[in-house]
């Protein structure tokens, strides 16, 4: 029989439930492998397949949660087999469809994350890589792995659930409630359903205090002034007001850009000889760098925990018109190397800004060794610096 009855499930409805089942129960198990499976060089390729997988197979369920609803709205719904039980209906009913709403805000938090970040094992054919209108934007990526993880609480907490009921009606009251489901069994006298609201109700309670959770109490605080701006450093030169300090690189062959939210600059220019000096301190515990940010910040590349600062220090010597060079030696992770930034500086008064920058390779500094070649992380480390600074009275 393809159509529920009041009494049975029918073949669509089974199908729809025991594939997106496996399939949830598979991409739990791959996330959790995911997350605690080390990053290195050794593991890069199988993190790759694994999440690719996780996406793909979190895609696919987000596909059939949409067929499964569609059928289910077009067909009867079998009666509860003990009615008289008010509490376990209810639990049971608020139970179902928090397990609907989990299909769909799960697979699209994932969605989201995927769309709002770069890089990293992209979602496989016949699915796109993004949602539209999603920006590539850490703080959404961020917002959405929040979400994200908090849904997969909720949801492996009412599979449990689930699965515990199904358990208790098959051994303990032995009445059919899980053979409906399993082969079609019909089971239970024609009823009428108890009132949905309640339980609808209490399931839009539980997301909203999962989801506001997400988003308030466990999402990062967030420092505006802190993130955007950094402690001005009062010299005899000029003193940085306003400024960021960028890093491009590419994974899996895509870009990804981020930078240092805390930096320092300490300068000396001479506006008729067009020469000076700069010092540059930089705190490489708070780089952010998208998906890879962790791996970025291990020991493999920027080894923040045992470097926790990286010094710029040169001299600048004016090329021609707006142009000009600083040129001196770049210290991180303990190597230091010649490095020569370009850029454009226009003074206006006492109000200079700079936008400029250069590209290191990342194997001078002895990074990500066990990375060989640009299949996974590419050698170039583009850095790009925009600073307006002033020169006190």
Do not use: C
Not at 29 to 51: E, H, M, N, W
């Amino acid at each position: 029989m393809i159509s529920n009855t009041t009494a049975s499930y029918g073949r669509v409805a089974r199908f729809f439930h025991w594939s997106i089942a496996l399939l949830v129960l598979s991409d739990i198990a791959l996330g959790l492998i995911g997350k605690f499976t080390p990053r290195s060089g050794d593991t890069v390729a199988f993190l790759q397949l694994l999440y690719s997988t996780h996406k793909t197979i979190g895609v696919t369920i987000l596909a059939l949660a949409v067929l499964r609803v569609g059928w289910a709205i077009s067909q009867p719904r079998p009666v509860p087999l003990h009615p008289e039980r008010r509490l376990e209906t209810f639990a049971a009913d608020t139970a179902h469809w928090v397990l609907y709403a989990a299909i769909f805000v799960l697979p699209l938090s994932g969605w989201v994350i995927h769309s709002a970040e770069v890089g990293f094992a992209p979602i496989w054919w016949p699915f796109p890589q993004s949602l539209p209108f999603i920006p590539k934007s850490e703080r959404l990526a961020g917002a959405a792995a929040n979400v994200h993880w908090i849904a997969g609480i909720v949801l492996a907490t009412m599979v449990a659930a689930h699965i515990g009921g199904a358990i208790n009606h098959a051994l303990i009251d032995r009445d059919g409630t899980l053979a409906r489901m399993w082969n079609g069994r019909a089971a239970g006298k024609a009823a009428t359903h108890p009132g949905k609201t309640a339980s609808v109700l209490a399931a839009i309670g539980i997301w909203t205090f999962a989801i506001g959770g997400a988003l308030t109490v466990f999402g990062p605080a967030h420092n505006v002034e802190a993130a955007s701006q950094f402690p001005a450093k009062q010299t005899e030169g000029w003193v940085v007001q306003d400024g960021s300090l960028s890093i491009t690189i590419k994974q899996m062959g895509a870009e990804v850009t981020g930078g240092f939210a805390n930096w320092q600059a300490e300068i000396e220019y001479d506006e008729v000889t067009r020469t000076g000096a700069v010092k540059t301190v930089i705190d490489t515990t708070s780089l952010t760098l998208g998906s890879v940010t962790d791996q970025a910040k291990g020991p493999e590349f920027f080894d923040v925990a045992a470097h926790d600062t990286a010094v710029f220090q040169g001299n600048i010597v004016q090329i021609g018109g707006p142009k000009h060079q600083a040129s001196g030696s770049l210290t991180l992770v303990g190597q230091s190397v010649s490095v020569t930034l370009d850029f454009d500086l226009e003074v206006t008064g006492r109000t200079a800004k700079a936008s400029g920058g250069t590209v290191l390779d990342r194997r001078d500094f002895g990074m990500g060794m066990a990375y060989p070649d640009e299949s996974s992380v590419g050698f170039a480390v583009e850095v790009r610096i925009e600073l307006v600074a002033t020169k006190p009275e």
